[in-house]
């Protein structure tokens, strides 16, 4: 669990209803339908129009992320490698045939199975490093999708205000209906402008960051393989690899 994300969630809202509220426009003040369905609405409509079917869902499952990142136990996985290489050195490469049915990470399984096979570390490290960059491209598409909603939300915001404004313009021989006309156009501003730099925009930064770190996992579970496969001593293998953490 991401406590951070979560510290940061609770601030945003607290900042905007708080806001609101210290200003003396009240809690009320911050709901409008129309500004919802334009602001809102017409955010996620853009997207749907940018952004591929298969990204769109991967992006909408990736928000989970933001709280509950993958696991990442980097130490875990360097004293699993430096035990490969041990078991390796004493008993031979087919001696990690039965850790591929124990491990559960697919990509993990994949490069043992490579060893055993005695596929060249030149193999290994193409195929592997081929698999990475493209999860890595996947998820980044991903992620692009809450940094594009970070873009079109504050212009959709600027088109529900001027679309207020036409309102209140409609009804200027009505004073009395010109302030809360006018209010409400403002709202559809505030839905754009909070929405994209209090939420959609910081997601995508926080989605790209725990990219980064999977990829760098990843990258140390490639150079850990690829010593195994070249027979490297287990101890020079530990210290290398724990490059990666820092």
């Not at 979560?6 to 509220?21: C, D, E, P, Y």
């Not at 809690?27 to 079917?53: H, K, N």
């Not at 006309?181 to 402008?193: K, L, N």
Request: proline share 4%; no cysteine.
């Amino acid at each position: 669990m991401d406590i951070l994300s979560i510290i940061g969630f609770i601030l945003a809202m607290v900042a905007l209803i708080g806001g609101s509220i210290l200003k003396g426009s009240g809690v009320a003040a911050l709901w409008g339908p129309a500004a919802f369905v334009i602001v809102i609405v017409g955010t996620f409509g853009s997207i749907t129009v940018q952004t591929p079917m298969p990204a769109f869902k991967h992006g909408m499952k990736m928000a989970k992320w933001i709280f509950m990142p993958p696991s990442l136990d980097g130490r875990g996985l360097i004293a699993k490698i430096v035990e490969w290489s041990n078991a390796a050195r004493k008993q031979g490469l087919l001696a990690l045939e039965g850790s591929i049915a124990t491990e559960g990470d697919g990509f993990i399984k994949k490069g043992l199975q490579m060893l055993v096979d005695g596929a060249e570390p030149e193999t290994i490290r193409n195929t592997l490093e081929t698999e990475m960059q493209a999860k890595e491209h996947f998820d980044l598409m991903g992620a692009k999708v809450w940094e594009g909603m970070g873009i079109y939300a504050p212009t959709l915001g600027i088109i529900g205000a001027v679309m207020g404004l036409m309102a209140v313009m409609q009804n200027l021989a009505d004073p009395s209906k010109l302030g809360h006309g006018i209010s409400a156009a403002f709202i559809a501003t505030i839905y754009g402008i909070a929405s994209a730099n209090l939420f959609f925009l910081p997601m995508s930064s926080k989605l790209k960051s725990v990219i980064g770190d999977q990829t760098r996992v990843r990258e140390m579970i490639i150079e850990g393989l690829i010593a195994i496969s070249q027979g490297e001593n287990p101890r020079v293998i530990e210290t290398k690899l724990h490059g990666f953490l820092h």
